[in-house]
């Protein structure tokens, strides 16, 4: 099997894995990266979402050998328990999270939308966040802690 070498949450790491394997079956089974989850398997709920090269991609439905020499971060790599990301800190705020099942798709999503826009409108924070299924209704409190990330990001 080929070595697949990429960054994940700022270190390198590398695998020796079936190139067709999916990045969600490797992170959580053989790097122990837990946030993304398993949800539809088909790239359509949003749960097993990441951000690749700053773009949130759906991790379920990708490839072993579609990550080769990118950057690949996770929640995990968002921020730390003693230093939480703006958008950890605002969905803690805002209380915008019921079960959690889909939160890190739902902060891998924003967390890309932040990175290629840091002052979005709210229909472009509803946009970024159109693919993420969350059950429990919370995505107008997502929505503006969302939105209140990207303000205390942008006077940090």
Not at 2 to 13: D, K, M, S, W, Y
Not at 36 to 63: Q, Y
Not at 66 to 80: F, W
Not at 105 to 127: D, F, M, Y
């Amino acid at each position: 099997m080929p070595v697949i070498q990429f960054q994940l949450n700022g270190a390198t790491v590398a695998v020796d894995t079936d190139p067709d394997q999916t990045l969600l079956d490797v992170l959580r089974s053989r790097l122990g990266i837990t946030s993304p989850h398993f949800g539809c398997g088909a790239g359509e709920c949003g749960a097993c979402r990441v951000v690749v090269d700053d773009h949130a991609m759906a991790s379920c439905d990708m490839p072993m050998w579609s990550v080769a020499d990118k950057t690949v971060v996770t929640v995990e790599g968002l921020g730390t328990a003693e230093q939480p990301h703006p958008l950890q800190r605002a969905f803690i705020s805002e209380q915008a999270m019921q079960c959690g099942y889909c939160v890190s798709g739902i902060l891998a999503s924003a967390a890309a939308l932040l990175k290629r826009n840091p002052s979005p409108t709210e229909a472009e924070v509803r946009a970024a966040l159109d693919r993420n299924l969350c059950r429990c209704g919370s995505h107008n409190r997502m929505v503006r802690a969302v939105l209140r990330a990207a303000s205390e990001m942008s006077s940090s």
